[in-house]
C-alpha cells in the first residue's frame, strides 16, 4: 500500500521557520522525483518546490526561492521541505508528490497534506 504521509506543519509566526517532512512507503522512494506543492485558502494548488531522484537537481517557485530548501534521504525514504523567514502568505495545505515511472506506467502518489499558518 502506498503511502506519504506529511508532519511538521503547525502555526509560527512571520519570520519563523518550520521543517516538513514527507515519509514515503510502499513505492521505490529512491526512483522517484519528489516535489511539495501547497493550497492556500479559497486558491488554487501550486507547485512549491522539486527535487530529483538522485537528490541533485532542485527547482523552486520564484515566490519561495532563497527561503525555502527541499532535500531528501533515500536512506530513510523521506523527503523534507525547510522553510525560513516565512510570511503570511506562505499560509496553506503543503502537500508532498511522488512521481515516477514503474514498468512503464506513470505513476502520482500524494500525501494528505500538512497546514502551515504563518500569523502573528
Known amino acids: 500500500q502506498v503511502q506519504l504521509v506529511e508532519s511538521g506543519g503547525g502555526l509560527v509566526q512571520p519570520g519563523g521557520s518550520l521543517r516538513l517532512s514527507c515519509a514515503g512507503s510502499g513505492f521505490t522512494f529512491s526512483s522517484s522525483g519528489m516535489r511539495w506543492y501547497r493550497q492556500p485558502p479559497g486558491k488554487a494548488r501550486e507547485l512549491v518546490a522539486a527535487?530529483?531522484?538522485?537528490?541533485?537537481?532542485?527547482g523552486y517557485v520564484d515566490s519561495v526561492k532563497g527561503r525555502f530548501t527541499i532535500s531528501r534521504d533515500n536512506a530513510k525514504n523521506t523527503v523534507y521541505l525547510q522553510m525560513n523567514s516565512l510570511k503570511p502568505e506562505d499560509t496553506a495545505v503543503y502537500y508532498c508528490n511522488a512521481w515516477g515511472n514503474s514498468a512503464g506506467a506513470r505513476y502520482d502518489y500524494w500525501g494528505q497534506g500538512t497546514q502551515v499558518t504563518v500569523s502573528s
Open positions: 527535487i530529483n531522484s538522485a537528490g541533485g537537481s532542485t
